[in-house]
């Protein structure tokens, strides 16, 4: 078996792991650092939790080791899809780093850009940056990319999921063409492939295990969970998801719970909080300083479980994660894989359970697919609320026929009915008396008159007024 010691690592790096507590590399480490140290285009695809930081980290420290940097043109770029991940690996750096002279730059969101612009107006061996905040400083005239020796791009189909490639590329026509470059995926799109058929020359193609695979060290299992009332639907899932945390008892030391939208996060969290749950949330939403305090108190085991949205799936190497909750079952397949790889890390065992609704059995066979592989169905821990039914109508006994001879209204003759019926029109009788036929007692007394009467009247009229 293959030691560090066997590498060819400077003796410098090799005395800090071995104070980090590292003896033999991981598959992914020693397939990527001998071609890393001859200079070589690396491209390496190995699942989640294998080690993949260090597969670059060591061998960048050891070909910056002689050298020096220039203000505002850093030697070696890192590019890291979000905030939490490029701290992390900063993080290693500084470990591997401890007993050389190199400096490093952390650029990313929700920091001072002055801040950022002073340690790079100094000159930076190491920059670690993610897409934006970098471009932001390109822009500003801040930093140049042209003294780039070595490229490494992390977690690249996770950059494709959140639309960074266009960004990436425009980055890859920044730096020098000659740089060495170091590429890192736990999965290949073929946008992904695209990519490094562009810009990766000759690549060493590492591959220590098959693309989209789990860690066999992680125990998993999904509950089918069919809820009564709409309304309370979420409400039953959350009960639930308490009562597989509890159910797992002292064995559930920490666990990161996953949801897929960012106010189900906020709402998880609250309501583990509500029922004394040592929980608190993260997602992109939150302020950085609040997303690393509560990074930093789940490292520490100060905080239990981390509800967090796939801002924290990917790259985070939380060392000890006993258990994978997954409160929705992802929308790709492919997150599924990196979710739970967040426990059952560097050879240690884990635990991921998923609950899937009925709307997400489909996605659930999508993941089965992929990972080639049933996932054994658990027992529900919560007695299921039946969906409400209509009440049913009581049947009414069928009446005699005696009773149906009693209700039987009697038929009128025709006489009765036509007697019964009201008059229409203008003989319509009212309340205050009897129909009215005619003009009634209102007739004019001219009409009484007769024909003669009445021309014998208009003539009597024309006289008078020729008079």
């Given at each position: 078996?293959?030691?560090?010691?066997?590498?060819?690592?400077?003796?410098?790096?090799?005395?800090?792991?071995?104070?980090?507590?590292?003896?033999?590399?991981?598959?992914?480490?020693?397939?990527?650092?001998?071609?890393?140290?001859?200079?070589?285009?690396?491209?390496?695809?190995?699942?989640?939790?294998?080690?993949?930081?260090?597969?670059?980290?060591?061998?960048?420290?050891?070909?910056?080791?002689?050298?020096?940097?220039?203000?505002?043109?850093?030697?070696?770029?890192?590019?890291?899809?979000?905030?939490?991940?490029?701290?992390?690996?900063?993080?290693?750096?500084?470990?591997?780093?401890?007993?050389?002279?190199?400096t490093k730059a952390l650029l990313i969101g929700g920091v001072s850009f002055k801040e950022q612009e002073?340690?790079?107006?100094?000159?930076?061996?190491?920059?670690?940056?993610?897409?934006?905040?970098?471009?932001?400083?390109?822009?500003?005239?801040?930093?140049?990319?042209?003294?780039?020796?070595?490229?490494?791009?992390?977690?690249?189909?996770?950059?494709?999921?959140?639309?960074?490639?266009?960004?990436?590329?425009?980055?890859?026509?920044?730096?020098?063409?000659?740089?060495?470059?170091?590429?890192?995926?736990?999965?290949?799109?073929?946008?992904?492939?695209?990519?490094?058929?562009?810009?990766?020359?000759a690549p060493a193609r590492i591959e220590v295990a098959r693309q989209a695979t789990a860690s066999e060290?992680?125990?998993?299992?999904?509950?089918?969970?069919?809820?009564?009332?709409?309304?309370?639907?979420?409400?039953?899932?959350?009960?639930?998801?308490?009562?597989?945390?509890?159910?797992?008892?002292?064995?559930?030391?920490?666990?990161?719970?996953?949801?897929?939208?960012?106010?189900?996060?906020?709402?998880?969290?609250?309501?583990?909080?509500?029922?004394?749950?040592?929980?608190?949330?993260?997602?992109?939403?939150?302020?950085?300083?609040?997303?690393?305090?509560?990074?930093?108190?789940?490292?520490?085991?100060?905080?239990?479980?981390?509800?967090?949205?796939?801002?924290?799936?990917?790259?985070?190497?939380?060392?000890?994660?006993?258990?994978?909750?997954?409160?929705?079952?992802?929308?790709?397949?492919?997150?599924?894989?990196?979710?739970?790889?967040?426990?059952?890390?560097?050879?240690?065992?884990?635990?991921?359970?998923?609950?899937?609704?009925?709307?997400?059995?489909?996605?659930?066979?999508a993941i089965e697919k992929l990972i080639q592989k049933d996932i054994p169905r658990l027992d529900n821990?919560?007695?299921?609320?039946?969906?409400?039914?209509?009440?049913?109508?009581?049947?009414?006994?069928?009446?005699?026929?005696?009773?149906?001879?009693?209700?039987?209204?009697?038929?009128?003759?025709?006489?009765?009915?036509?007697?019964?019926?009201?008059?229409?029109?203008?003989?319509?009788?009212?309340?205050?008396?009897?129909?009215?036929?005619?003009?009634?007692?209102?007739?004019?007394?001219?009409?009484?008159?007769?024909?003669?009467?009445?021309?014998?009247?208009?003539?009597?009229?024309?006289?008078?007024?020729?008079?």
């Amino acid at each position: 078996m293959t030691k560090f010691n066997e590498l060819n690592l400077n003796p410098k790096v090799l005395k800090a792991i071995e104070e980090a507590g590292y003896e033999t590399p991981t598959p992914i480490q020693a397939g990527a650092i001998p071609p890393a140290l001859e200079g070589k285009d690396v491209l390496g695809i190995a699942q989640t939790g294998t080690g993949k930081t260090a597969s670059f980290t060591l061998p960048m420290i050891t070909l910056l080791a002689r050298g020096r940097a220039r203000a505002r043109m850093p030697r070696s770029l890192v590019l890291c899809p979000t905030r939490e991940l490029a701290a992390q690996v900063a993080e290693n750096f500084d470990t591997y780093t401890k007993h050389l002279k190199l400096t490093k730059a952390l650029l990313i969101g929700g920091v001072s850009f002055k801040e950022q612009e002073a340690l790079i107006d100094r000159g930076v061996d190491v920059l670690i940056a993610t897409p934006g905040r970098l471009l932001d400083h390109f822009e500003r005239g801040k930093l140049l990319l042209t003294g780039v020796q070595i490229m490494v791009v992390d977690e690249a189909d996770r950059m494709l999921d959140m639309g960074f490639i266009p960004d990436i590329e425009r980055i890859f026509s920044l730096t020098p063409f000659t740089r060495q470059t170091l590429f890192f995926s736990a999965t290949m799109a073929s946008e992904i492939e695209r990519i490094t058929d562009t810009f990766l020359s000759a690549p060493a193609r590492i591959e220590v295990a098959r693309q989209a695979t789990a860690s066999e060290t992680i125990e998993q299992g999904v509950v089918m969970f069919k809820g009564g009332r709409r309304d309370r639907e979420a409400s039953a899932k959350r009960k639930v998801l308490r009562a597989l945390i509890d159910a797992e008892g002292e064995g559930c030391t920490n666990a990161i719970i996953f949801c897929n939208r960012k106010t189900d996060v906020d709402i998880c969290s609250k309501s583990l909080k509500k029922y004394g749950y040592n929980a608190a949330a993260i997602h992109g939403d939150l302020d950085q300083s609040q997303r690393m305090k509560t990074l930093d108190g789940f490292r520490d085991g100060s905080l239990r479980l981390l509800v967090a949205s796939d801002v924290a799936a990917r790259g985070l190497d939380i060392p000890s994660v006993s258990h994978v909750f997954n409160f929705d079952v992802p929308g790709h397949a492919e997150d599924y894989v990196h979710r739970i790889g967040r426990t059952g890390r560097a050879g240690r065992e884990g635990k991921a359970i998923t609950i899937c609704s009925g709307r997400d059995e489909k996605a659930l066979d999508a993941i089965e697919k992929l990972i080639q592989k049933d996932i054994p169905r658990l027992d529900n821990p919560v007695k299921e609320e039946p969906k409400d039914e209509k009440p049913k109508r009581e049947k009414k006994a069928k009446p005699t026929d005696e009773a149906k001879a009693d209700k039987k209204p009697e038929r009128k003759k025709d006489s009765d009915r036509k007697k019964d019926k009201e008059p229409r029109g203008r003989g319509r009788r009212n309340d205050s008396g009897p129909a009215v036929v005619g003009m009634g007692d209102h007739l004019p007394s001219f009409i009484a008159l007769s024909f003669d009467e009445r021309r014998a009247g208009v003539t009597a009229l024309a006289e008078a007024d020729a008079s």
